[in-house]
């Protein structure tokens, strides 16, 4: 099954911008928590930031605190990363999360590259 579909990913320059979409299933009714991780080579996966639905609040990690920003598109059960002024520190694999129900759900993951 493929519940959560993650696109827009590529190779930018630093101070580039990018815009990262998850579309998640109709299957995954009353989704409780978004987020988006990343994982660079030889590093653990790490949040970058999530989305409490309940409220509409949103944490990001210090890193990426003011440059991403989550956006939430419900009609569309669709969540977007906008990433700007990227830096080489970026580089990584970004994946989307969902929880439904205590259970969490990945998409596939989706490579970001930010260099000169």
């Known amino acids: 099954q493929v519940l959560l579909v993650e696109s827009g990913g590529g190779l930018v320059q630093p101070g580039g911008s990018l815009r990262l979409s998850c579309a998640a299933s109709v299957m995954l009714f009353s989704i409780d928590n978004w987020g988006w991780y990343r994982q660079a080579p030889g590093k653990q996966r790490e949040l970058v930031a999530e989305?409490?639905?309940?409220?509409?609040?949103?944490n990001y990690a210090d890193s990426v605190k003011d440059r991403f920003t989550v956006l939430r598109d419900s009609a569309k059960k669709t969540l977007y990363l906008q990433m700007n002024s990227l830096k080489p520190e970026d580089t990584a694999v970004y994946y989307c999360?969902?929880?439904?129900?205590?259970?969490?759900?990945w998409g596939q993951g989706t490579q970001v590259t930010v260099s000169s």
């Open positions: 989305l409490t639905t309940a409220t509409s609040t949103t």
């Open positions: 999360n969902a929880v439904v129900s205590r259970r969490s759900y």
